[in-house]
């Protein structure tokens, strides 16, 4: 275990040198918008690893409401964490990139406004967790996901159909992409999903941790009267 | 023992205990108000703009007064611990949500009933749109709200900061149901485009929402 | 008859309860018999109420086994049990008979059958069924009394009281007494859990006395108290 997680953190350091080298350097220039364009690097696959994410929390979530599987409530309360982080990336380089590009610091585009809905969501997701009183706090924030991911096809359908009323600014740029651009996105996809695994793998052991204290402690409160 | 009867029960006898209590309706009937004289003083558009507006504040000001009444939804069951009783039973928890989700879609269109024709008066609506349209939305719009408002409410039961969690729970999901009600009303008001299509949203928004509730109630209720 | 007597109505194996660190039940075992009544006693924190309540199925078990009336799963004896806690379970703004008539339908009670079940039950507890007054403006006996009956509404076979003679009058307590020990009679099982055991001392089959979430003591009597 501990050989692979080393591993993983030499392979994603490497992958993430390469690919913040490929987006300063080997990537073109972007004609319109200069420079600040490369920051799309960072924008687009932090958004697809959030996505990501989210996908795995609601099947965790959807495992646990069958099988009530500590391992799957683990993974999933990890990947909402590390998802909101990325979330929150993909919410602060949009505004960054739009205001030099566009003059505007927002726009109701589609995966920017989906970005937000689903960091709404997890993040009231995560409050569940800290504010839930009940011993199955698991249950119910697994209910809560189950919610939200039906919530996300809607979601995308509403905003979808409002920019066809209402045509906006996209972020992240609407049209063809050249394919060295294209290859770049892709390393950088790559060495993100790496990095996402890195920190979720690391949270996880962490939640490991934290469960076993509590397990011994709820031992040990078991145990303490059969000394006598 | 039938679903439906127990349903009817439980509506029925909500709907009394409101009734005796009635100070409650009243102070929520004079806070929907003052939400309509607040939003007229702060937004005080021309005819015109008004259609083009009224939707959004109109379901704003809708969401506001539905909060205070899903808020309370459980509040007469918490006390004495009724839902005790009631889970001690062995009556489904389904009957239960239905009926609980129906009173406030009750409720909350008491409510509307009195702040659209003060919404109508102050911002001098007139709809060029086909206006009957406008209550069918009503009617799917507010269950939307309320069926995941009374689903959150009871899970909140079990949270700290109740009150605020139930809007922080609600609101995220409730977004393309917004979205949607939102643009009908003012699809409906000025006329330009037809509502059709968002109408077609919230059904399946209902649907979707209403089937979800139905089939996770129980897990919420019997999760100490 | 004698059958139902040596089944045991609740069984309950290596029960353990926790709540995160605090573990209210470390490992009971008990069975509960047809036709007993059953006294549950100890200090404040033994476990008495969480016993009770896991017995009702309120409360899930972190770990060992529950069988009630036969059944592990809890929803399939929930229409044979019969539970009354310290609060009333009761709707203050209703009247004792519309409270007992919605709890009624909640057992599946048939519509020709209502009235005169809930009747009984009240004239059961001796109050008065046409009392317009709702339960809300009661006495504190009187609602003790009402929730009494609330429990017994559908004739269970396990009947769980939780603290049922607190704030009652002496008098009204021996009544609730003497018609537990009749619902015991009939071959019900009644368990009780109370800090004012004096009342059932004439009734009671077996007091149990609970410590720090385990039964330390069974004994027949009040007098064998302790270890």
């Known amino acids: 275990m501990k050989r692979g997680f080393t591993i993983l953190a030499v392979l994603t350091a490497i992958l993430l040198s390469f690919a913040f080298y490929a987006a300063l350097l080997i990537a073109p220039t972007e004609q319109t918008m200069g420079n600040v364009q490369r920051i799309f690097y960072y924008h687009v696959p932090s958004a697809w690893v959030a996505f990501e994410l989210f996908l795995i929390n609601f099947v965790a979530s959807v495992i646990y409401l069958i099988r009530r599987s500590a391992k799957a409530d683990m993974i999933a309360l990890v990947c909402a964490e590390v998802g909101v982080v990325f979330c929150t990336v993909v919410l602060i380089t949009g505004p960054i ?61 509403s905003i979808w159909f409002f920019r066809t009323q209402h045509p906006s600014p996209v ?58 | 023992m039938n679903f439906l009867a127990i349903t009817r029960a439980t509506l029925a006898k909500d709907m009394r205990l409101e009734w005796r209590s009635k100070d409650a309706i009243n102070a929520m009937l004079f806070f929907s108000l003052l939400v309509v004289v607040i939003f007229s003083f702060a937004f005080d558009p021309t005819a015109e703009e008004s259609r083009r507006i009224a939707g959004g504040l109109i379901w704003v000001a809708f969401l506001f007064a539905a909060i205070v009444a899903l808020n309370q939804t459980w509040a007469r069951e918490m006390k004495n611990q009724v839902l005790d009783a009631y889970r001690v039973s062995p009556a489904p928890a389904t009957p239960l949500f239905l009926a609980k989700a129906i009173g406030n879609l009750i409720f909350v269109a008491a409510l509307e009933a009195v702040m659209t024709p003060l919404f109508i008066a102050f911002y001098r609506l007139r709809p060029l749109g086909a206006g009957w349209q406008l209550i ?30 139930l809007p922080l729970l609600l609101f995220p999901l409730s977004i393309p149901a917004l979205v949607g009600m939102v643009n009908a009303t003012t ?38 | 008859m004698a059958d139902t007597q040596s089944t045991p109505v609740v069984v309950a194996d290596g029960l ?57 799963d809890r929803k399939a004896s929930r229409a044979q049990i019969g539970y009354m806690a310290h609060p009333s379970l009761l709707y203050d703004e209703m009247t004792g008979m519309e409270n007992l008539r919605y709890f009624a339908e909640l057992y599946g009670v048939r519509s020709g059958e209502m009235d005169r079940r809930c009747r009984e039950a009240i004239a059961s507890v001796n109050l008065d069924p046409d009392l317009e007054r709702p339960v809300g403006q009661y006495s504190q006996g009187m609602r003790q009394r009402m929730s009494l009956a609330r429990a017994l509404l559908n004739d269970p076979k396990l009947v769980l009281l ?35 055991p004096a009342q059932l001392t004439g009734h009671a089959d077996e007091f149990l006395w609970m410590e720090r979430g385990r039964i330390v003591n069974r004994t027949t009597s009040l007098s064998g108290a302790g270890q």
């Open chain 1, 97 to 157: 990139w739009a205001r030099p590009v566009w003059g505007i610091w927002w726009t109701w585009d589609l995966r920017l406004t989906l970005t937000l809905v689903l960091w709404l969501i997890y993040v009231s997701y995560l409050v569940l967790r800290r504010f839930s009183m009940s011993s199955q706090t698991p249950l119910l924030a697994a209910v809560l996901a189950v919610f939200g991911a039906l919530d996300v096809p809607m979601v995308y359908f």
């Open chain 1, 171 to 228: 972020i992240g740029g609407g049209g063809s992409l050249d394919p060295r651009m294209g290859r770049v996105l892709l390393y950088n996809w790559i060495a993100f999903m790496a990095l996402a695994w890195l920190i979720c793998w690391t949270r996880y052991r962490l939640e490991v941790a934290e469960r076993a204290v509590h397990e011994a402690e709820a031992m040990q409160s078991l145990k303490e009267e059969e000394a006598r």
């Open chain 2, 136 to 165: 069918p939305l009503a009617i799917l719009g507010t269950w939307a709200l309320v069926v995941n408002g009374t689903f959150f409410a009871a899970v909140s039961l079990r949270t700290r900061a109740r009150e605020i969690m």
């Open chain 2, 187 to 224: 699809a409906i008001l000025t006329g330009e485009t037809s509502p059709a299509l968002w109408i077609a949203l919230l059904v399946a928004y209902d649907v979707v929402f209403t089937t979800a509730c139905l089939l996770l109630f129980e897990t919420v209720l019997e999760a100490e």
């Open chain 3, 16 to 72: 353990i309860k926790q709540f995160g660190r605090f573990a209210a039940l470390r490992g009971v075992n008990a069975h509960f018999l047809a036709g007993r009544l059953y006294v549950i006693l100890g200090d404040n924190g033994a476990g008495k109420t969480t016993l009770l309540r896991t017995i009702a199925g309120l409360a899930q078990p972190s770990g060992g086994k529950i069988t009630v009336l036969g059944c592990e």
């Open chain 3, 162 to 196: 939780d603290e049922p003679f607190s704030n009652v009058d002496t008098r009204s307590a021996a009544e609730m007494a003497a018609l537990l020990a009749e619902i015991r009679d009939r071959g019900k099982t009644v368990v009780i859990v109370t800090h004012q």
